[in-house]
């Protein structure tokens, strides 16, 4: 009771006196082993009487507890605060790429050439809907490392300011996304070489998403903050009700019966573009309430006496800490009640707070320039894609970017575990620098790593052993356009097995530094090695030697070799130790 009269009043006092009941709420909850062995030092006559060792142990024993993490996270080892962080961001991310795949494949359902249309213009989508999560992830990765660092160090007030600046800024740039998105979808479609109905299917769908801009962000930026303050499951519960909405709205408003159905593309962006409001509905509900939902497990549940279940609050985690975690009675919920956030939105934190927006700003911006080039330069890789037809480098013209964007959508399967591993490593190095522990949170990093590319090295060996049957789960059918597609994409999925490994060091390395703040340095690191290696290589070996898509893909994936190894050299030179956020 004294903890929810402390969250409720905290809402409504000012910086000061928060900090003051903060410090107040930090006292009580000092472990009761530290407040014991300060009694007996106390206690003492003369400091004569108290050994060395028993002074050093009553010392160390507190500030190894004032170094434990705090939550979900506290009272586990590495390897299982690495398995509870990402456990849901991997669920999570494969329900947004879902909403991709599904978008592809019922793109790929439609009826003979207007199917090869659908996937060009929704492949194309695909691009610019990734600038938009990039656009997005720049103000996350600013909000994320000073979310962490507060969390970490017991600072919720300020944690919920950083939240507040974020959602707030996070909507007036969706808005300012949405009405650029709308203005140049035209442009965004030639850029990619498409052309005639082609062209206007994409801008129909791209002109559609950019009505959802704004609450997207709201999914976007809310999720992120609640990762980094160590709730990942929140946000993956809101994706799974975003994708069951997807898949129904745009199930009907393309296949269903009319007026409501039988739309086409159309029917595919309107259907996401609900998705995401429901998403934004969700989220923002969530944050205000400042309550999210959590499930008592069978396991626990049969651990408790008949009288203690009618009682029994489900305020903490499912817990792994006992028992078998593969156990389906460890996760199968029983249960569900409304737990506190470790983070709350209010109003009044909403409004600008200039100096708290340039902290997220500064660690932002060079994010946000190191993802716009990355983004620039996947469009020029995209350019040559579109243009092989009309170099003479392949014999069509309808299909290759489809079979591009299939061959992405797919390798997704792979990458998705590594970017899960990945926002747990930088939710870890943020909170335990937080706590000014850098050994642990380097031993985050690494384990994080050997993790990862375990395994995305593992997918990538079955990409290898069988990519048929992975391209025929979005591209079906016996005719012709269906039987081209799969023989483009099907080597594109091998060429991308061979280097998950080094993707993957790519992908926990980057996200670990940006948990630290350490974002100038992947900037650099990813302008050289995108626009030094990545293009020259895909255009020297795809288009001069005339190998058409299988060798852009060769160049491509080359250079996830060099970028993987570049990340981890800078890592280990320590310059994140140092940043200050």
């Given at each position: ?16 006196a928060?900090?003051q ?41 507190g500030?190894?507890r ?16 690495i ?14 790429s ?35 999560a990039?656009?997005?992830?720049a103000?996350g990765?600013?909000?994320?490392a ?55 299917l ?38 799974v ?17 009319a ?6 593309v ?14 934004g ?42 028992g ?23 109003w ?58 299939v ?12 970017m ?5 490593a930088a ?7 937080g ?45 012709t ?33 940006r ?20 293009i020259?290589?895909a ?7 005339g190998?058409g ?33």
């Open positions: 009771m004294q903890e929810d009269k402390f969250k409720e009043s905290s809402d409504n006092c000012n910086d000061a928060c900090s009941k903060q410090d107040a709420e930090n006292e009580r909850e000092k472990p009761q082993d530290e407040s014991l062995g300060q009694e007996v030092l106390a206690g003492a006559v003369d400091a004569s009487e108290i050994a060395g060792e028993v002074i050093e142990g009553v010392a160390a024993g500030e190894a004032r170094k434990e993490l705090s939550g979900n996270l506290a009272g586990r080892s590495l390897l299982g605060q398995f509870v962080l990402a456990i849901w961001p991997f669920f999570e991310l494969l329900g947004t879902l909403v991709g795949l599904v978008d592809v494949a019922l793109s790929g359902r439609l009826e003979g050439e207007l199917a090869l249309r659908a996937l060009d213009s929704v492949g194309v989508a695909a691009y610019v809907t990734w600038l938009i990039m656009l997005f992830a103000v990765v600013g909000a994320g000073l979310v962490a660092r507060s969390i970490g160090s017991k600072n919720r007030v300020q944690a919920n300011q950083v939240l507040g600046q974020a959602m707030m800024m996070g909507v007036i740039w969706g808005i300012m996304i949405g009405i650029f998105l709308w203005a140049t979808a035209p442009v965004f479609g030639k850029l990619f070489n498409l052309q005639g109905e082609t062209l206007g994409c801008t129909l769908y791209l002109r559609i998403l950019a009505i959802a801009t704004p609450v997207n962000a709201v999914v976007a930026l809310g999720a992120a903050a609640l990762r980094s303050a160590g709730d990942t499951r929140t946000p993956f519960i809101a994706m009700v975003v994708n069951i909405v997807n898949i129904i709205a745009s199930s009907v408003l393309t296949f269903g019966p007026p409501i159905g039988g739309h086409g159309a029917g595919i962006a309107g259907g996401t573009a609900i998705a995401w409001m429901v998403g509905i969700i989220i923002g509900g969530i944050l205000f309430k400042g309550k999210g939902p959590d499930f008592i497990s069978w396991a626990r549940w049969k651990g408790y006496k008949r009288g203690e279940r009618r009682t029994l609050s489900a305020r903490h985690a499912i817990s792994i800490r006992q078998n975690p593969l156990s389906p009675e460890v996760w199968v919920p029983v249960r569900m009640r409304l737990m506190h956030l470790p983070i709350k939105l209010r009044k934190w909403m409004s600008p707070d200039l100096e708290m927006c340039w902290r997220i700003i500064r660690i932002g911006i060079p994010s946000l320039i190191e993802s716009s080039g990355l983004w620039v330069g996947n469009l020029v890789i995209a350019f040559m894609v579109g243009g092989l037809f009309k170099w003479q480098v392949e014999d069509f013209a309808d299909g290759v970017m489809g079979a591009h964007v061959g992405i959508r797919l390798e997704s399967l792979s990458f998705l575990p590594g899960a591993i990945g926002i747990a939710t870890l190095v943020g909170q335990y620098l706590l000014g522990d850098v050994k642990r949170a380097k031993q985050a990093v690494m384990l994080s790593w050997l993790i990862g590319g375990t395994v995305m090295g593992l997918m990538g060996l079955s990409f290898i052993v069988m990519p048929g049957v992975y391209v025929g789960m979005l591209v079906t059918g016996n005719d356009s269906a039987t081209m597609m799969r023989d483009m994409a099907t080597p594109l999925l091998i060429i991308a097995g061979f280097v998950q490994f080094f993707f993957a060091t790519y992908i926990v390395i980057s996200q670990g530094l948990g630290a703040g350490e974002t100038i340095g992947p900037m650099i690191l990813t302008y050289a090695s995108i626009f030094f290696i990545r020259p290589a255009w020297f070996i795809g288009i001069y030697l190998y898509l299988k060798g852009i893909w060769i160049g491509l994936c080359g250079e996830f070799v060099i970028r993987g190894c570049l990340f981890m050299g800078w890592f280990q030179l320590g310059r994140w130790q140092r940043i200050k956020v």
